[in-house]
């Protein structure tokens, strides 16, 4: 079979070939939210503020299509190892008729909620119609980002981690040029504001799926999708869910995480909501980055979990540590060394920049250590141990950091919840180290 050369190559050429094109599009896609946080503070901060306070709704609906598209990743990785081609087919075809319903769910929830939901964290008129108008646009594209996240995830079970890489590239490219265009109105295209600033992600996100779609159909794929593979047969289902669903709460954490800071931090002032805003966009840039280790680790760890290269695993693993490791590295020099001009590109103002620079030098402190937590869930997902991941997820965004972050405010201020973050990356990573010790311990026979 064609996905033999992951039991075969050597480790390090082998994670860093299927990881390489993942980081390289993380990295132009983590620009991306960079560039469209940029183009929408030049609109107002209150836009930035809005953009802040719909995160963890975003993140919610990528969590949901994404989350679910990691258990069709690893079951369809899984199959592959064990030579079983026809169920291969069938978790790739059911998987992707699943996350299209999940994306219909997402889009009239997310959408039904949003007066309620910014009503909580703001009583400003101006921000809760700017992320009202942002979020009817944006959410409405629900489907199409399921439909895409899970082509994505095929096609890495496949291996063709420079397909993907193409379609996430195309996607942010055409997001960037459109957002000056639609926002600002250039040419015959009016002036549109956060309304353009929504479009263009639609947009995007729309081309990167047409873009897999007509390859798949010039070019089909060792594993197959189609009507006659269309079977939703209960222990399929019950296999992309065990996996799915842990992945799903897993990504959605963050959104808890931040909703709970958004609270705690808007009792001291609007500021450090848009401060928090910007370090979770800035932070995609590494955090991204790392999870294009993740992706090419994830299926080679499920195609020689099945195929019984043990050895193999452990040593996917240590490479896969150390390559994010170099990466948090090189985040948490930037933050100590340029916090101030990172801030200044979503806010002019002096004192907001001020405090931005001083929550960034601390935050970033807990940057190399967060990497044992990460690769460790990712490994986790990779090996179907979805429910470990996720709790280990959980210490991470919920059961430390907010009591911490909640505690230590009470005693330094707005500072107290920066300081949250390294300290629960320090604890978190404690636990993580000894729950993949326990669990990779009979692959080392």
């Known amino acids: 079979m ?8 050597p480790v390090l050429p ?19 939210n960079i560039i469209d946080s940029f183009f929408v503070a030049k609109i107002s901060e209150s836009a930035m503020t809005a953009l802040s306070l719909l995160f ?20 369809i990785s899984f199959y592959l190892g064990a030579q079983k081609q026809n169920e291969a087919n069938q978790a790739a075809t059911a998987g992707l008729a699943l996350n299209g319903f999940h994306g219909v769910l997402l889009t009239f929830f997310c959408i039904g909620i949003m007066p309620g939901f910014l009503n909580m964290f703001t009583k400003d008129p101006q921000v809760i119609d700017l992320g ?29 981690m420079s397909m993907t890489m193409i379609s996430v590239l195309c996607s942010c490219v055409s997001n960037i040029i459109l957002d000056p265009i639609f926002i600002f109105g250039l040419g015959p295209v009016p002036r549109m504001g956060i309304d353009g600033a929504a479009l263009a992600t639609g947009i ?31 222990n399929m289902v019950r296999k992309l869910y065990s996996i799915g669903i842990p992945a799903v709460l897993n990504l959605s954490l963050p959104s808890l995480l931040t909703s709970a800071l958004n609270v705690i931090l808007s009792g001291f002032s609007q500021t450090y909501v848009l401060v928090l805003g910007a370090y979770y966009k800035l932070q995609t840039f590494l955090y991204l980055s790392a ?55 979503f806010t002019a103002n002096k004192d907001t920049i001020a405090a931005g620079a001083d929550a ?30 996720l709790i280990i997820s959980l210490l991470r965004y919920v059961v430390v950091t907010i009591p911490v972050a909640f505690w230590l405010s009470r005693v330094l201020g707005a500072a107290g919840v920066w300081h949250g973050f390294w300290v629960s990356e320090l604890v978190t990573a404690g636990i993580a180290y000894g729950v993949i010790r326990r669990k990779m311990t009979p692959f080392s026979t």
Do not use: W
Request: net charge positive; charged share 10%; with cysteine.
């Open 2 to 9: 064609e996905q033999t050369f992951m039991k075969e190559k």
């Open 204 to 234: 995007g996100q729309t081309i990167s799926l047409v873009i897999y779609i007509v390859v798949y159909t010039a070019r089909p794929l060792p594993i197959h999708i189609g009507l006659n593979y269309l079977s939703l047969e209960r």
């Open 132 to 160: 009202i108008r942002y979020s009817r646009i944006a959410f409405s594209f629900s489907v199409i980002i399921a439909l895409g996240m899970a082509f994505e995830k095929i096609y890495q079970a496949a291996g063709k």
């Open 56 to 75: 963890p709704i975003q993140n919610l609906i990528n969590a949901v299509t994404i989350g679910f598209s990691i258990g069709i990743n690893a079951v």
């Open 14 to 32: 082998l994670v860093l070939s299927m990881s390489l094109p993942m980081i390289f599009s993380m990295m132009v896609s983590s620009l991306y």
């Open 360 to 389: 960034l030098r601390i935050i970033s402190i807990g940057f190399v250590i967060s990497s044992v937590s990460i690769i460790s869930c990712g490994a986790l997902e990779g090996l179907s141990m979805g429910f470990s991941s």
């Open 291 to 345: 999870n294009g280790i993740i992706q090419g680790m994830r299926p080679l760890m499920g195609y020689n979990y099945g195929a019984g290269e043990h050895k193999r695993v452990r040593s996917i693993f240590k490479v896969s540590l150390l390559l994010a490791a170099g990466i948090m590295v090189a985040g948490t020099i930037l933050c100590q060394t340029i916090p101030d001009l990172l801030i200044g590109l």
